[in-house]
């Protein structure tokens, strides 16, 4: 049985397919069983979990030979869905329980600059692949660059295509790699069925390396329509980011990683990448403009 944490989120719900795909038993957590529906649903096991909840962790686990850690609370922020609350001490209650039991695998979805905690959302990732590495269970830790279907489609695409100003903190021209969710998706079950990848972390990355604006200009031209754009300059970012930490924390994360995008002028290229996808951010937008694509909505985005 392979549970999957977060199982309705733009990662999650990949991972899920693709396991069915193989034939394999699947169980899914969210805080939304209605949200799980599609081709292939019906034969999944739901279980409704919280990653601000404990009670539900041990039950879930029961007959688990792989858990994947998918939940996340960056993307959109919240005050209570943090990546403190979610992928701190949610995740790490979950690992604790995990190592208490028969599970054979644990598969943590960190994030790209976590080994150098670039950010505080780094650190966060950072400080839970310590305590995975740590716990006793077999792990396997994976480092993906930003996955348009977030930063690009549910950041930029949605407002674009609803006709709202698209938000940047400062130029947006700082060039970062992309790689799509379908393509971490397609690593997670690779690694899930390779021992080898025990004790391994992983730094995963894409074919393309282009800067937000970049983005927005083939979500432009997908579409048909111009965006209104409307840059924050550094100044009122690090304003908003102080403001943020006060009252609104889930937003303070976000912010601080912009921050931390523009301090360094985007993020270096990672040449001995541990797998690179081969999915085009320009392939992402064109299925997603021409309906093949779903957005997550804002809620399962959270968590799943």
């Given at each position: 049985m392979n549970l999957v944490v977060g199982a309705s989120g733009v990662l999650g719900s990949r991972v899920v397919a693709r396991l069915l795909e193989r034939g394999e038993r699947v169980r899914a957590v969210t805080r939304d069983p209605a949200r799980l529906s599609g081709p292939g649903w019906s034969d999944v096991e739901t279980v409704r979990g919280d990653m601000l909840e404990r009670d539900w962790m041990p039950a879930a686990l029961e007959g688990v030979r792989h858990v994947v850690i998918a939940a996340h609370g960056l993307v959109p922020p919240s005050?209570?869905?943090?990546?403190?609350?979610?992928?701190?001490?949610?995740?790490?209650?979950?690992?604790?329980?995990a190592a208490s039991g028969a599970v054979r695998r644990v598969v943590y979805m960190s994030v790209a600059g976590a080994e150098r905690e670039a950010n505080a959302f780094a650190?966060?990732?950072?400080?839970?692949?310590?305590?995975?590495?740590?716990?006793g269970v077999p792990w396997t830790v994976l480092r993906p660059s930003a996955f348009p279907e977030n930063h690009a489609l549910l950041l930029m695409g949605e407002p674009l295509r609803a006709g709202k100003p698209v938000p940047f903190f400062g130029k947006g021209?700082?060039?970062?790699?992309?790689?799509?969710?379908?393509?971490?998706?397609?690593?997670v079950v690779r690694v899930l069925a390779d021992e080898s990848t025990v004790g391994t972390v992983r730094e995963v990355r894409g074919p393309d390396r282009m800067s937000r604006r970049d983005a927005l200009e083939l979500l432009e031209r997908h579409l048909g329509v111009s965006a209104k754009r409307q840059h924050l300059p550094?100044?009122?970012?690090?304003?908003v980011h102080a403001g943020a930490r006060l009252f609104h924390p889930g937003v303070a994360y976000l912010v601080g990683m912009a921050l931390d995008e523009i301090a360094r002028?985007?993020?270096?290229?990672?040449?001995d990448a541990t797998w690179r996808g081969t999915t085009r951010v320009e392939d992402v937008i064109a299925r997603w403009a021409d309906g093949a694509v779903a957005t997550a909505?804002?809620?399962s985005a959270r968590q799943g």
């Open positions: 005050r209570r869905n943090t990546p403190a609350a979610v992928d701190g001490d949610g995740a790490r209650a979950l690992i604790d329980a650190r966060v990732k950072r400080a839970t692949e310590r305590h995975l590495m740590a716990s021209t700082e060039a970062i790699n992309w790689v799509s969710a379908d393509d971490v998706a397609e690593d550094l100044p009122l970012v690090k304003v002028g985007g993020d270096p290229e990672v040449e909505d804002p809620e």
